[in-house]
């Protein structure tokens, strides 16, 4: 069973480093909020400060408050100045939960996540990237029950190549693209496309298997992943990466040519790029390249007037990249890292171009 185990970002702010930088507060900051259910910390930080990700900056740790990095629904938040910087103060509000070690779960769960839990959920749970060689050489589905060409969630479906000792929990995949480096075209991995859930109801050569939930049509062909049970916590702590960071939106989910608040995007850089969970990212959309007019000649000509045929009228320029959006690391793979877009104040496409946030 999947622990969701929704702790608050300030969870890690003693055990990591932090750029020191100057915190700017939002114009129009509250002098107190009380902290509502459906609250995320990300929102929160946006109303006190104008870049979200400096929240650890501004919070106050108070240690005479039972668990006091984690924030509830009616706690209250206070503005107050030390030493001439502003800080917020917590005042464990009337709903506070008393921690026993029997109910420690349920607590953790009832504190407000950092970012929308909901849309982030499936690619923390199952594996959307993997290696050469993960799908090819996995289990595959052979035929489905009544001569059936689309099988899904009810249907009982034949497979080949399970390992007996993996348990009979699977997850069902297909190919999907080839993520590479648009410079370099080095293979950064390779997309499994999630289909569904499924069960072994009865082993063999071929197998049994029972569909028991699906989001997409399960074909022949398709393939076979154990599923791990994976003890994952949600320990984001949004924050500037303390190294440089030039990255590029390589992907896309759901198809999508414009991309906005909440969405899902693939990034070229992962592990080995330093790449962290909760490294918060600005979007640049990529300047465009278009035909510079006075240089070519054609400014002053007209359908009957060519008389700059000397001129090359194809000269060009890129126009300079426009900071379009925040996002926020989530998962890290080796070569690639998933995000999600916190922020878009314009069209984020395939491409465009992320760096550190200041």
Do not use: C
């Not at 009380?34 to 929240?55: A, Q």
Request: net charge negative; hydrophobic share 40%.
């Amino acid at each position: 069973m999947i622990r969701r185990v929704f702790l608050s970002l300030l969870f890690l702010l003693l055990s990591l480093p932090l750029v020191a930088t100057e915190l700017e507060l939002n114009p129009d900051h509250p002098q107190q909020y009380e902290v509502v259910r459906g609250d995320t910390l990300w929102d929160i930080s946006g109303r006190f400060l104008k870049y979200p990700w400096h929240w650890p900056e501004l919070w106050s740790a108070n240690s005479q408050i039972e668990n006091p990095h984690l924030i509830y629904p009616g706690d209250l938040l206070t503005l107050v100045y030390r030493d001439g910087k502003p800080v917020l103060e917590l005042k464990r509000g009337s709903t506070a939960y008393k921690m026993s070690p029997e109910a420690r779960e349920i607590v953790l769960e009832k504190a407000i996540a950092t970012i929308p839990l909901d849309e982030i959920r499936a690619f923390l749970t199952r594996p959307q990237v993997v290696t050469e060689g993960a799908l090819s050489e996995a289990p595959y589905i052979v035929a489905s029950s009544d001569e059936r060409l689309i099988s899904g969630a009810g249907d009982r479906v034949y497979a080949r190549g399970l390992d007996e000792t993996k348990g009979k929990n699977y997850s069902v995949f297909s190919k999907g693209q080839v993520y590479k480096d648009p410079e370099t075209q080095e293979v950064l991995g390779y997309e499994a496309i999630y289909k569904g859930d499924a069960l072994v109801s009865a082993e063999g050569d071929p197998a049994t298997i029972s569909l028991t939930k699906t989001t997409q049509e399960v074909l022949t062909g398709d393939r076979l992943l154990a599923v791990i049970e994976d003890n994952y916590e949600m320990n984001f702590l949004p924050r500037s990466p303390e190294h440089e960071v030039n990255g590029v939106i390589i992907s896309v989910f759901n198809g999508v040519s414009q991309v906005g608040q909440y969405q899902i995007v693939v990034l070229n850089q992962g592990k080995r790029d330093n790449l962290a969970v909760g490294h918060t990212l600005a979007v640049y959309q990529t300047g465009a390249t278009v035909i510079d007019t006075v240089l070519s000649g054609r400014d002053d000509e007209t359908y009957f007037n060519t008389h700059n045929k000397g001129v090359d009228r194809n000269q060009t320029v890129t126009l300079p990249d426009e900071h379009a959006g925040v996002a926020m690391v989530f998962k890290v793979f080796e070569k690639v890292s998933y995000a999600i877009v916190m922020k878009a104040t314009r069209a984020i496409h395939l491409n465009d171009r992320v760096t550190s946030a200041e």
